[in-house]
């Protein structure tokens, strides 16, 4: 598979890596505006692009692809706000997106391990519940993508919470995010629920940026040719499905 890399940061360095030991070509590098205007036009002769850069630069970068029409996976972060417009864009013009905040299968694994937690602990209102994520200090945004995932999975599944707050909870309705910036972290995740008498905690702990680049390169073997928007479930159930 061609595949044009947009970000070559750490995600994207990690990701040439591993996508030529799979087989596959990098046929282009873009990491910043310059590298746009110089080999922007080389863009459409890939067959997947990769997307890895920044909160500010995601969506003009998405809709460069939609442009070219070639079908892109994203794993920026930090540009949720947009997320509506840009999936409604990409159905109804028919262009090709993959999305997800975190490509790592444990993860997305800990995601349902969250839910089923959160539906066994919906009627006891005894345990305050809150998230911790821990990451590198060269993470742009907070609370991380994958934490407000986590956040509204249990709002989604317990009644007396209604929304996620930045930093500690002030009110019974709300579950709180706390951030912490730590080095290299590649990404901690904790889920806490804590009564008088006892704490139950899961935690999710990426070991390597390898796993999210893995995750990325298989979002773009299973996106190449097809057209809509996409998420891990999708990819995962064709995993289960292909197994
Ligand atoms: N979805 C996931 O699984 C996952 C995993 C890790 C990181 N992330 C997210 O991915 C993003 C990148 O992470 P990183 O650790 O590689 O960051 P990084 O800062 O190491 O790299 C970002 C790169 O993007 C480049 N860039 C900036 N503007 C650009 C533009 N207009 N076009 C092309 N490139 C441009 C920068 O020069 C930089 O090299 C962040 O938002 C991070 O939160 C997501």
Redesign the pocket.
């Given at each position: 598979m061609k595949i044009a890399l947009?970000?070559?940061?750490?995600?994207?360095q990690e990701i040439h890596k591993l996508a030529e030991k799979r087989g596959h070509e990098i046929i282009l590098i873009?990491?910043?505006?310059e590298?746009?205007q110089e080999r922007g036009s080389l863009l459409k002769e890939a067959e997947v692009a990769i997307e890895?850069?920044?909160?500010d630069?995601a969506v003009?970068?998405i809709m460069r692809c939609f442009e070219n029409e070639i079908p892109v996976v994203v794993?920026?972060?930090?540009w949720i706000e947009d997320i509506d417009h840009i999936r409604k864009t990409c159905i109804d013009e028919n262009k090709s997106l993959f999305f997800?905040?975190?490509?790592?299968i444990g993860v997305n694994l800990f995601f349902d391990l969250n839910r089923y937690l959160a539906s066994l602990m919906a009627k006891w209102d005894n345990y305050e519940i809150s998230i911790e994520e821990t990451h590198h200090i060269?993470?742009?945004?907070a609370p991380?993508?994958t934490a407000i995932v986590l956040a509204n999975d249990i709002i989604r599944k317990i009644e007396r919470k209604e929304k996620w707050v930045k930093e500690l909870q002030e009110n019974p309705d709300e579950v709180g995010i706390k951030s912490y910036r730590s080095e290299d972290v590649p990404?901690t995740h904790k889920v806490r629920y804590e009564s008088e008498m006892d704490a139950i905690v899961i935690t999710h702990t990426a070991k390597t940026?390898r796993g999210?680049a893995l995750?990325?390169i298989m979002a773009g073997e299973f996106i190449k040719g097809k057209k809509g928007f996409f998420e891990m479930k999708d990819l995962l159930n064709f995993q289960k499905s292909t197994v």
């Open positions: 947009l970000g070559y940061g750490k995600m994207g873009i990491d910043n505006d590298d746009w890895f850069t920044t909160p630069s003009d970068n794993g920026t972060t930090g997800s905040p975190n490509f790592s060269h993470k742009l945004d991380s993508g990404g940026r999210f995750g990325a």
